[in-house]
């Protein structure tokens, strides 16, 4: 999603990652840890919008630096929303008996949990191994993998919000 900077929607794109990044920065959630995890995800949010990925062949110094730190707050953010899957989400007071529904949630917590975690190992094998490269290069493998990502989280959140109150 991130080359759509620069595309005729770089506006939605922008606006898109500054507004979930500062809904995440303004994320309380039920205690301290829920709200680092969301402060730091909400930020690289931020940072992913205001620095670019270079497109191929864009070699100059300010977007070969761009792309680092778009790639690094990329990966934080994508880190954080596994952990909110996999550790946030997933707790429940200690000693309860979990019931039959939290059990289901759980499930689902887990499975977008282990999809972004896939994601974030597929997209470094794309960029690490050059026959994975050259075989999706065609494609748009990336912007189908942050989908998985994105779609994943989204069903978490909306689970754990109880948006999905029949799950």
């Known amino acids: 999603m991130s080359h759509y900077y620069h595309t005729g929607m770089r506006n939605v ?3 898109a990652d500054v507004a979930t990044g500062v809904f995440l920065l303004c994320y ?4 301290l840890q ?9 930020l ?15 070699f100059s110094e300010a977007m070969l630096l761009a792309s680092k730190i778009h790639v690094a707050a990329a990966l934080l953010f994508l880190l954080c929303l596994a952990y909110f899957c996999l550790v946030l989400f997933v707790r429940s007071g200690e000693g309860l008996e979990l019931s039959q529904k939290k059990k289901r949630h759980n499930l689902i917590y887990r499975i977008c949990g282990i999809n972004i975690v896939m994601v974030i ?6 960029g690490e191994i050059s026959a994975v490269h050259e075989y999706f290069a065609a494609t748009p493998f990336i ?9 994943s989280f989204g069903l978490a959140w909306l689970v754990k919000g109880r948006a999905l109150g029949a799950a």
């Open 143 to 151: 912007f189908f993998l942050e989908l998985i990502a994105f779609w």
């Open 44 to 58: 690289s949010a931020i940072l992913v919008a205001f620095f670019p990925i270079a497109l191929e062949g864009e």
């Open 34 to 42: 829920d709200r680092i995890v969301a402060s730091l995800a909400g």
């Open 121 to 126: 190992i597929a997209v470094i094998t794309y």
């Open 28 to 31: 309380r959630g039920y205690g």
């Open 13 to 15: 794109f922008v606006g």
